[in-house]
């Protein structure tokens, strides 16, 4: 899917960062008698409403207060999605760990079978020669039938 480049920023069904990172717009002036909103929006980091705040001079942003922005929307963006990869590594750990533990079983199932697999073949062996050592043996001294 490309992006057109004609598209204006403008757009209201694209989202603006303020939106996605929910810093609050400068909210209207409420009549006297509107009752207040029932919920509060969740409180903005410092540094966002700093620089909400700040009137642009001559399209000029002051390269501290940015970088400043830049790491606290990082922390925040951090501080949200940590959760969210630990659970996903959790998961993805113990399928690794349960596809690991089966791997082992099978082979050690498969290593079990092949030394009882020896074992008796060793026994037979045995017994076969435990049997010809006890059977008469032909003189050499003897003639042939």
Do not use: Y
Request: aromatic share 2%; charged share 30%.
């Amino acid at each position: 899917m490309s992006i057109d480049p004609l598209i204006s920023r403008d757009d209201p069904s694209i989202p603006v960062l303020t939106e996605v990172i929910e810093v609050p717009a400068t909210a209207p002036a409420t009549e006297a008698g509107a009752p207040a909103p029932t919920t509060a929006p969740a409180p903005p980091l410092p540094l966002i409403q700093q620089a909400v705040d700040v009137p642009r001079s001559g399209g000029f942003v002051d390269e501290t207060l940015f970088n400043d922005m830049r790491t606290a929307l990082l922390e925040d963006v951090h501080r949200r999605i940590e959760p969210i990869l630990r659970a996903r590594m959790q998961q993805h750990i113990a399928a690794a760990v349960d596809r690991v533990m089966d791997d082992v079983a099978d082979q050690l199932r498969d290593e079990i079978s092949r030394m009882l697999d020896e074992g008796l073949n060793k026994e037979l062996i045995r017994q076969t020669a435990v049997v010809e050592q006890q059977r008469p043996r032909p003189r050499a001294d003897d003639p042939l039938p």
